[in-house]
């Protein structure tokens, strides 16, 4: 009798785990598989997300990509880190809201939050100004011309990537207002009936962004979209879990988000990320002494599966070597070629997060931040 056959014969390298893994060289593991579409020089690149989605934005603009700024101005006020000035978005929700917010659908009933020092914060960006607004008219002036911007953004963009960031968040208790940090240091002041801790499911994220993509198509029908998962863990957690633990949950929920509406949607598209620094076997080369931070080998393996996979074939073959932050790991031939060192890029401001860590650390040390 003849063999039936079998489902696994001939399955493609990337499904076997000794041709996909064990016999490639940890900074050569690329998990990504081709997405449903590319995009050239000339496409209009928008981001958002957690403070790792600046780094996707730093390598388009090297390597001569369109990357949209939509809201110009200095950087050294944060213009230019996303493609409008709103700050890190760590959770769907905040995306979701954002949206709302820029083409009136949505309006925060509590936005604006008094500073300890004085003047005043957009509680949805409390970091855009460093020694916040003097008046709110000029708050609220700003926030106007921000939000256009923001219109322009997602009715313009060609291809917009956002980086899922985190879970926990916390919410305002009359409106359901999802901010990227909780009032109570030096500005706002927290209520416990006002101000209530949020850790978003899987549900919940998949609702929140298939509400997004759909309204998003509303007004931009042809945008390409791509979902990404920071792999940068928790600062701490509101949870009563271990802050590993609630690390796991967290990644573990968004990633399971992204490939739920990836698969529901058109031309969205899952970017690993997330698997490319946790997954590939390169922890001590890939996160920085805190074990939090991301290491430059490991934002360049990402970048290099990125330009690999999402952008035009013909450009790839152009394309030079990355220049990155040098790293202390050994480099092998990349997708891109060998990694070449050089000088270290200017220091950004700390992210929302990384100012609740100095924070919850002051608590500790009895330091001022």
Known sequence: MAPSPFPYDGLPGRAVWKRAVTDVAPAEIDPQVAPPFTFGRTAKVASAGSCFAQRIAEALREQGYNYFVAEPGPAERGFGEFSARFGNIYTTVQLLQLFE?????????????????????????????????????????????????????????????????????????????????????????????????????????????????????????????????????????????????????????????????????????YFASLEIVTATFNQAAYFEADRRSIAPAGVDHVMRSFFRHFVRSEEAERLPVLDLEPSSAPRRPGILGTARAVAVPAAKDPCDEDLLGAYIAREFSGQQV
Do not use: C
């Open 101 to 269: 917010r820029a083409f009136g659908t949505f309006a925060p009933a509590d936005d604006i939050w008094e500073r300890h020092a004085g003047g005043f914060v957009d509680a949805l960006r409390p970091r855009v100004e460093r020694n916040g607004f003097a008046t709110r008219a000029e708050l609220l002036a700003d926030r106007e011309s921000h939000l256009a911007a923001v219109r322009r953004m997602f009715t313009e963009a060609d291809v917009f990537v956002f980086t899922l960031g985190l879970t926990e968040s916390w919410r305002s208790t009359v409106d359901g207002t999802a901010y990227p940090a909780p009032p109570g240091r030096s500005f706002g002041q927290f209520d416990a009936s006002a101000y209530a801790f949020d850790n978003l499911g899987v549900a919940a994220n998949v609702d929140a962004l298939s509400r997004f993509v759909t309204a998003l198509r509303a007004v931009n029908p042809n945008v390409n979209i791509i979902l990404t998962v920071s792999p940068v863990p928790l600062v701490a957690t509101a949870t009563d879990a271990h802050v590993l633990a609630a690390t796991t949950y967290s990644k573990s929920v968004l990633r399971v988000a992204a490939e739920e509406v990836a698969h529901a949607f058109e031309r969205v598209a």
